[in-house]
């Protein structure tokens, strides 16, 4: 379980939502703190509380049905107009029209990530839609 008195809160899985600068930090603390074989506990429970990383429980995000949906979610975000945004995960089809849709995505999620988007991931004091 999640008892502080073995280890640290930490998240169960294999998905973490994290910018590029805290992957940085991650990377060069990991690189001081001896290895444990139960990654989830070393990763987002000893590393994440050594770097003083909050948790965020963002089950509440799930929402979109398919790659297309949360495409277009993400093509209208911009730093004026709020959109919600959604973390999640599913099974992705190994086919072109598949790889060309995720492609797209992580071009428009990098899009926001350099222009600050309006939504709850990077303004999370703003809660204008639930």
């Known amino acids: ?4 008195e073995f280890y640290p809160d930490y998240i169960i899985g294999w998905f973490l939502v994290v910018n ?4 940085k930090r991650i990377v060069e603390a990991a690189k001081t703190l001896s290895y444990i ?5 070393w990763v987002s429970g000893l590393l994440r509380e050594r770097l003083n990383i909050t948790l ?3 089950r509440w995000m799930r929402g979109w049905t398919s790659l297309k949906e949360l495409l277009m979610i993400k093509t209208v975000q911009n730093r004026n107009t709020y959109v919600r ?6 099974p992705i089809e190994r086919n072109i029209s598949q790889y060309r849709t995720c492609y797209m995505l ?3 999620a990098r899009r926001c990530y350099n222009e600050k988007c309006l939504s709850n991931i990077y303004h999370p004091d ?3 839609s639930k």
Request: overall charge negative.
């Open 126 to 128: 703003m809660w204008i």
């Open 1 to 4: 379980g999640n008892s502080t």
């Open 106 to 108: 992580e071009h428009e």
């Open 56 to 58: 965020i429980d963002a």
């Open 20 to 23: 590029p600068g805290t992957s």
């Open 37 to 41: 074989h139960v990654e989830d506990v």
């Open 85 to 90: 945004d959604y973390v999640t995960a599913m």
